[in-house]
């Protein structure tokens, strides 16, 4: 059975604080990573790919563990406007179907 | 303006009465999708197609249709709405169908009741 699983949250962080949370995944097949932004009621967006080294985008952070089939995302210095609900993406190459997270929800206050 | 685009946004129908929900693109993208979004649950698949003519079931496709005749079309169409069909759909498309490699552009969702 293919799956990826996040901790749905919500996760309720001051502003500027650091926040962190995992998406893991069934399949060790899986080839590609992505983390997708979906504000309340909108669509999601791609934030940003996943790639074996770990990467950064600003102030964002993505990072691939294959031995523990997890990726993980870091937001530094959060903002208000981060608040918004965080899907993890896993791709299996063999049938080029994308298998989504049901989300995090993150709730950055003032 | 590149983007995809989605009707009706949002929609109350009743059981049985067949309805058609609208997905364009204007990227020229190859590969479109349907997808159905419910609480606690991740995106789910319903049907995809890699290029004209050519369509495929996804993980959810019972009680859906599809066809793409054109390339920046992609209907979606409920022959016979049932209740457990309430919920929020997306089409997305991408630049090809390797979606290790192409990001998924997604239109505004249209939300969908069915009593």
């Known amino acids: 059975r293919k799956e990826v699983e996040q901790d749905p949250g919500p996760f309720n962080v001051p502003e500027g604080a650091t926040v962190a949370f995992n998406c893991t995944y069934s399949n060790s097949a899986s080839q590609s990573f992505f983390w997708y932004r979906q504000d309340c009621r909108k669509e999601p967006k791609l934030l940003m790919s996943v790639y074996s080294s770990g990467n950064e985008d600003g102030r964002f952070t993505a990072q691939l563990n294959r031995a523990s089939q997890y990726i993980s995302l870091l937001i530094r210095d959060s903002k208000l406007s981060d608040s918004a609900t965080y899907l993890c993406v896993v791709n299996e190459d063999s049938n080029y179907q994308l298998i989504w997270g049901a989300g995090t929800k993150l709730i950055i206050k003032p | 303006e590149a983007q995809v685009t989605q009707n009706p946004r949002y929609l109350i129908t009743v059981t049985g009465k067949k309805l058609t929900v609208t997905c364009s693109q204007n990227?020229?993208?190859?590969?479109m999708s349907w997808y159905r979004q419910d609480p606690g649950l991740g995106l789910r698949q319903i049907y995809y197609?890699?290029?004209?003519?050519?369509?495929d079931k996804g993980d959810v496709p019972e009680g859906y249709k599809v066809s793409r005749k054109e390339k920046r079309n992609f209907p979606l169409i409920l022959e016979s709405p049932s209740p457990n069909q309430t919920s929020l759909y997306f089409c997305?498309?991408?630049?090809?169908?390797?979606?290790?490699?192409?990001?998924?552009?997604f239109g505004p969702g249209t939300r969908l009741t069915v009593l």
């Open positions: 997305a498309s991408s630049l090809t169908g390797q979606t290790n490699y192409n990001e998924q552009f």
């Open positions: 990227m020229n993208h190859e590969y």
């Open positions: 197609s890699m290029n004209v003519e050519v369509t």
